[in-house]
């Protein structure tokens, strides 16, 4: 069965340097997304995709955060300056529709010190 | 904006029980609703979903799920718990925020421990 999967599982991080996090999404799905989840706390939606361009971007994803689809087949989230409270698990995820059931990685832990 | 309410942040049951996990969601449309489910260090696997029609979902893992309007609720449930049942559950609504996408918004979990 087709799945997301992402890169590195997990990531430790000085603050103020730059991570790139990598997903490849299920191959025939057109929109993606990434969320992320602070520990103990709910999965938080950042940014959604589609043809090339930011289609939503939540008040998490400031000018700090970037999102690109350098191929045909990975999807990348950038922070440029890291910071403490950037810790946290961040999830891709991919659909085949507009609407239709968004399937997630596994996740990339990432640890700011 | 929409929203999820999952009132149980943590719920025991004994291995063979009955479960029911609440979610209160707030939309104005009808939504599109979810169960995922995340074991410790995992990801997050859909159990079920609600688009339209029937409103008695059946998921993986024999989980179902009841939309109901006019209770603006969409209880997960399962007849028999197995210990591999023990994760945390999540609630989700899917709404469009003008874009082409439509994101989903997560209620905080309920925690499942369940006694052998």
């Known amino acids: 069965e087709p799945e997301v999967t992402q890169t590195p599982s997990h990531q430790v991080t000085q603050m103020g340097q730059e991570v790139i996090l990598r997903c490849v999404p299920i191959?025939?799905?057109?929109?993606f997304y990434w969320y992320r989840q602070i520990l103990g706390q709910k999965v938080e939606f950042l940014v959604s995709?589609?043809?090339?361009?930011?289609?939503?971007k939540s008040e998490i994803f400031d000018d700090q955060f970037s999102v690109e689809r350098p191929d045909g087949s990975n999807f990348t989230l950038k922070i440029r300056s890291t910071k403490l409270e950037d810790s946290a698990m961040y999830f891709c995820?991919?659909?085949?529709?507009?609407?239709?059931?968004?399937?997630f990685g596994p996740g990339t832990r990432l640890l700011v010190l | 904006a929409q929203s999820v309410t999952q009132p149980d942040i943590h719920i025991t049951v004994s291995e063979g029980a009955s479960l029911e996990l609440r979610c209160n969601y707030s939309?104005?449309?009808?939504?599109?609703l979810f169960w995922y489910v995340q074991s410790p260090g995992q990801g997050l696997q859909l159990l079920l979903k609600?688009?339209?029609?029937?409103?008695l979902v059946q998921g993986i893992k024999g989980f179902e799920a009841e939309f109901k309007r006019s209770q603006s609720s969409f209880n997960l449930r399962k007849p028999s718990v197995h210990w591999s049942d023990a994760a945390e559950y999540f609630c989700?609504?899917?709404?469009?925020?003008?874009?082409?996408?439509?994101?989903?918004?997560f209620g905080k979990g309920t925690l499942l421990t369940v006694n052998p």
């Open positions: 995820a991919s659909s085949a529709d507009s609407g239709g059931t968004q399937y």
């Open positions: 191959s025939n799905h057109l929109y």
């Open positions: 995709f589609y043809n090339n361009e930011i289609s939503e």
């Open positions: 939309y104005g449309a009808t939504p599109y």
């Open positions: 609600y688009f339209s029609g029937d409103t």
């Open positions: 989700a609504v899917g709404a469009s925020g003008g874009g082409s996408n439509y994101k989903l918004t």
